[in-house]
């Protein structure tokens, strides 16, 4: 499946709009990870898990996204976003979100 952030495809016509499609997905750090978190906070930097959790997360929240299209019938995604927040303060939610579409390639 073709997932875009933009409006339209190069070389492509939109021939039917499926509608709104989500894939979401919350995750939580386990308390080894926090703690770790936590110590590397103090010296300051990148802090590895969190972004290893948070990559995991977008992976499986577009995963879902796609898979959801899938299920209305479409072949493309256009407008894919992500969107983050927390939900208290050990847990993640990621939103991969975008408009289901079906696609044809033009002529020539």
Do not use: C, W
């Not at 019938?73 to 969107?83: E, I, L, P, T």
């Amino acid at each position: 499946m073709l997932v875009v952030t933009t409006e339209n495809v190069a070389g492509h016509r939109i021939t039917e709009v499926k509608g709104q499609v989500f894939g979401v997905v919350v995750r939580s750090r386990g308390l080894a990870g926090n703690i770790l978190a936590g110590l590397r906070s103090i010296i300051g930097g990148e802090i590895t898990e969190y972004t290893q959790l948070l990559e995991q997360a977008r992976r499986h929240a577009l995963d879902r996204m796609v898979k959801n299209a899938s299920l209305m019938g479409a072949n493309a995604v256009v407008m894919m976003r992500f969107d983050s927040s927390e939900m208290g303060q050990t847990m993640s939610e990621i939103v991969a979100y975008g408009t289901a579409v079906k696609i044809e390639q033009l002529p020539g």
